[in-house]
Every structure is written in structure tokens, then in C-alpha cells.
């Protein structure tokens, strides 16, 4: 089993270099036919969410409906796909940055009953406290 950086999930979304992107949909069909699976882990998709928007200008909804369908590829395995899933709710219903909504539910998912910033925007969320 492999992991995939986010320069490989960005090659695939973006498709800015062809080469690489032809790359990666390779290596995916191939995982498919031999059913391989590729592990995304949650420090990747904190990375892919900062990438999406910083480095591409893609808006909030074209963000979350590509990493909705990344989570329905049969050979992508994320790491925590229930936190995954509920980024993507919250992320939705919500205006707080999508790395936040990240880091918020990650702690929670560790028993944390909140997590401290100084992000206003943030603690506006039951998943954070303003210092």
C-alpha cells in the first residue's frame, strides 16, 4: 500500500502540469484494475484544502465538491473519513476557513473540547474558544 503526497491529488484536480496529471490517472486506472488502494491521510487534505484555494484561487464549493469525489474513488483510502465527511457538511453550512473546520474536528475527534485560537472567524464555531 502507497500513500499519495498532495502534489499527486493536485496534478489529478488541477491538471496544470499534463504530464504529471497523466501520470497519476495512470497510476489510478492501474490501481484500479489490480485493486490497489492509495491512503490519504489528514495532514494531506489540511495541505490539498490550503493549496486549492492559496495557489488556484478555487472557490470554497469547487474545493469541497472535489474532495467529495475524491472520497467516493473506491481505490483512495483517507486516513479519518468520517472527519473527512464531516469537512465537507461543515464546510458547507459553515463560513469558517476549511483548514479550521480541519483542525477543529481532529481535535474533537481526540476528546478535546474545544480548541484555543485567536481566530475570531473561527471561534465562532462550537469547535473552537478565543483566547
Known amino acids: 500500500?502507497?500513500?499519495?503526497?498532495?502534489?499527486?491529488?493536485?496534478?489529478f484536480l488541477v491538471n496544470d502540469d499534463t504530464k504529471q496529471a497523466t501520470r497519476v490517472k495512470n497510476i489510478f486506472e492501474t490501481a484500479e484494475k489490480d485493486g490497489?488502494?492509495?491512503i490519504i491521510t489528514l495532514a494531506v487534505v489540511l495541505e490539498l484544502l490550503w493549496v486549492l484555494a492559496a495557489v488556484y484561487d478555487r472557490s470554497r464549493a469547487s474545493i469541497l465538491t472535489a474532495l467529495e469525489e475524491l472520497t467516493l474513488l473506491p481505490i483512495l483510502r483517507f486516513e479519518k473519513?468520517?472527519?473527512?465527511?464531516?469537512?465537507i457538511?461543515?464546510?458547507?453550512s459553515t463560513a469558517?476557513?476549511?483548514p479550521d473546520i480541519l483542525i477543529g474536528l481532529s481535535a474533537r475527534h481526540l476528546e478535546c473540547?474545544?480548541?484555543?485560537?485567536?481566530?475570531?472567524?473561527?471561534?465562532?464555531s462550537s469547535l473552537f474558544e478565543l483566547l
Open 113 to 124: 473540547v474545544t480548541t484555543l485560537t485567536f481566530d475570531r472567524k473561527a471561534a465562532k
Open 89 to 92: 457538511i461543515l464546510g458547507r
Open 1 to 11: 500500500m502507497h500513500a499519495l503526497d498532495t502534489n499527486a491529488l493536485v496534478r
Open 36 to 38: 490497489s488502494v492509495f
Open 81 to 87: 473519513p468520517d472527519l473527512v465527511q464531516q469537512l
Open 96 to 98: 469558517i476557513d476549511l
